[in-house]
């Protein structure tokens, strides 16, 4: 390929540019440590990003550089190079969308595991948005707003200028049915029927061990992992309030084929919940579901089909199979379903093989 070229992956991860920031502290100012208060002071920026500016001599107090030890005074004058990714542009881009219907508000998807749903660091172009807005008759970039890696998704989310909207998510590798608003007025509206738990989600998950129970009821709070700050946990101080509930559709050798319907919706409940009650979905890598997860896999030909089972996936076996809700114009309840994709299906016949 030509030098001038450039790779695809650099389009993901541009390399990162100087962001000179002058601070001037001001009267009043009790003293506090400089990497503390740059942090503050700086939308978006991060205490380890500052740290490592500080580290590199990136950082001076009143043109002398400064360690992250020293306390602030008022008057000091400080001026930080803080290295950022530049700016995210909403790229349209003509990828093939699974349109399941389509009307002048919304637009219902089926999107493939494997598809990010908003551009964020490492994942600026090939997702949902970028796809929707091309979709859409969009043909210029949109820019975002200066992002540091970190923040890029939460850029995204508040950002008033990303239209369509956006009123859910699903994880990149799960599966399933989306609604897209196609205006403001439309996305306003969805927003309050999935806030107030008036849309209608099921979800098909494959987990491990087999699940006594017909039916049963989580209720145990979600938030930030004290181990992971990337990943959630159950949780007994400082989480939201979380409730999912599931009936057993198929009990196989060493696993369950579960529906499961989202009573509250915290970023991945139906993987937290389901592990926290010692059932991960198969495959899920975060959550303790890619190993073979289940004691009663005890003979070799077990411990093979399971590992097939793995093998056949290689994401975390979830998929929305139903999504509901009233219409933003008309007020019409509207259900989409979207069948078990190919590769869910094919775990299903790796199960029920190992059940015969």
């Known amino acids: 390929m030509p030098a001038e070229q450039t790779q695809p992956d650099d389009l993901d991860y541009p390399p990162l540019e100087e962001h000179v920031v002058e601070l001037h502290v001001p009267p009043g100012q009790q003293p506090v440590r400089l990497d503390v208060y740059v942090t503050e002071a700086i939308r978006h920026a991060t205490r380890t990003r500052v740290q490592e500016a500080i580290e590199t001599g990136r950082v001076s ?4 550089p400064a360690k992250a030890s020293y306390r602030v005074q008022p008057g000091d004058r400080i001026v930080c190079r803080l290295m950022r990714r530049p700016p995210i542009a909403l790229v349209p881009e003509p990828i093939p969308l699974d349109v399941l219907h389509e009307d002048d508000d ?8 494997g598809m990010v749903v908003h551009p964020a660091h490492g ?36 950002s008033a200028a990303v239209r369509p909207g956006i009123v859910h998510r699903l994880d990149k590798d799960t599966s399933g049915v989306m609604v897209v608003a196609k205006h403001e007025a439309a996305s306003e509206h969805l927003s309050r029927q999935f806030a107030d ?7 098909r998950a494959f987990v491990w061990g087999i699940v006594r129970d017909d039916e049963g009821r989580i209720e145990a709070p979600i938030g930030r992992s004290p181990r992971n700050r990337k990943l959630f946990a159950v949780v007994e101080r ?25 009573l ?13 009650i010692g059932h991960a979905l198969i495959g899920d890598a975060s959550y303790g579901g890619d190993r073979l997860a289940w004691g009663g896999l005890r003979s070799s030909r077990m411990r093979t ?38 590769d869910l299906q094919q775990l299903s016949d790796t199960l029920q093989h190992a059940a015969s």
């Open 61 to 64: 107090v009143n043109d002398r």
């Open 106 to 113: 919304v637009l219902v998807l089926d999107k493939p595991a």
């Open 123 to 158: 994942n600026r172009t090939g997702t949902l948005v970028n796809a929707v807005l091309y979709h859409l008759g969009v043909r210029e970039s949109i820019a975002i707003a200066d992002s540091d890696d970190d923040d890029d998704e939460a850029l995204i989310l508040t």
């Open 197 to 203: 738990r008036r849309v209608h989600r099921l979800y």
């Open 238 to 262: 400082g989480g939201k309030p979380a409730v999912t509930t599931y009936r057993v559709l198929e009990r196989y050798a060493f696993a369950t084929l579960l529906e499961l319907k989202l």
């Open 264 to 276: 509250t919706g915290r970023t991945h409940q139906i993987r937290v919940h389901m592990a926290h």
């Open 305 to 342: 089909l399971a590992q097939r089972c793995l093998d056949a996936i290689g994401r975390q076996a979830l998929h929305a199979a139903v999504l509901g809700f009233y219409h933003p114009r008309t007020g019409e309840y509207l259900e989409f379903s979207s069948p078990m994709p190919p």
